[in-house]
T-cell receptor, first 111, second 113 residues
Framework: DAKTTQPPSMDCAEGRAANLPCNHS???????VYWYRQIHSQGPQYIIH???NNETNEMASLIITEDRKSSTLILPHATLRDTAVYYC????????????FGTGTQLKVEL | AAGVIQSPRHLIKEKRETATLKCYPI?????VYWYQQGPGQDPQFLIS???????DKGSIPDRFSAQQFSDYHSELNMSSLELGDSALYFC???FGTGNYGYTFGSGTRLTVV
């Protein structure tokens, strides 16, 4: 699976949009981009995933560049409860592939 | 909705003792993954099972073993515990190849003293 690169930390004001970038320049055509987050000491939580089209669900939006070398997770109205470590993972679906966690982004949402 | 159930939530063991962690996947999920997360670290993959067969293996010490049973629950057995085994242990489950996401349990916090 392709390596991903994320900034180690970001701050966001409550109520504002949080835009978390991820670089995956070596991603292959059959690898999806998955986003998970981990609130302190809790189990990682699935947020969203996509292949090449932009995706949106009740939690977030995922914007993938046309060349698929980078993506941005958008939390439209961040709250204090969104403070967590966010992981961007490139994953080839199939064959029971496991999620491999790299060093994610610690997002701190402040008043 | 049913989630992944892990037991116990907390466990304290002495060095050289044995521990068994249990994981009950979401109903109809047939794949289980185990992760270890040390203090201040990211989750590290240990081992996975698909349809009761080991499907992948990560950095799991030889002192650890695991299996998936006929009802799809899984157990992680840890022997000759060391202080460095103190960590959060997460189990995740998925249906088949995880195309619909992986769901994690709340974890077991193991403390070795």
């Amino acid at each position: 699976d392709a390596k991903t690169t994320q900034p180690p930390s970001m701050d966001c004001a409550e109520g504002r949009a949080a835009n978390l970038p991820c670089n995956h320049s070596t991603i292959s055509g059959n690898e999806y981009v998955y986003w998970y987050r981990q609130i302190h000491s809790q189990g990682p939580q699935y947020i969203i995933h996509g292949l090449k089209n932009n995706e949106t669900n009740e939690m977030a939006s995922l914007i993938i560049t046309e060349d698929r070398k980078s993506s941005t997770l958008i939390l439209p109205h961040a709250t204090l409860r969104d403070t967590a470590v966010y992981y961007c993972i490139a994953l080839r679906r199939g064959g029971g592939n496991k999620l491999t966690f790299g060093t994610g982004t610690q997002l701190k949402v402040e008043l | 909705a049913a989630g992944v159930i892990q037991s116990p939530r907390h466990l304290i063991k002495e060095k050289r003792e044995t521990a068994t962690l249990k994981c009950y996947p979401i109903p109809r999920h047939d794949t289980v993954y185990w992760y270890q997360q040390g203090p201040g670290q990211d989750p590290q993959f240990l081992i996975s099972f698909y349809e009761k067969m080991q499907s992948d293996k990560g950095s799991i010490p030889d002192r650890f073993s695991a299996q998936q049973f006929s009802d799809y629950h899984s157990e992680l057995n840890m022997s000759s515990l060391e202080l460095g085994d103190s960590a959060l242990y997460f189990c995740a489950s998925s249906f088949g190849t995880g195309n619909y996401g992986y769901t994690f349990g709340s974890g077991t916090r193991l403390t070795v003293v």
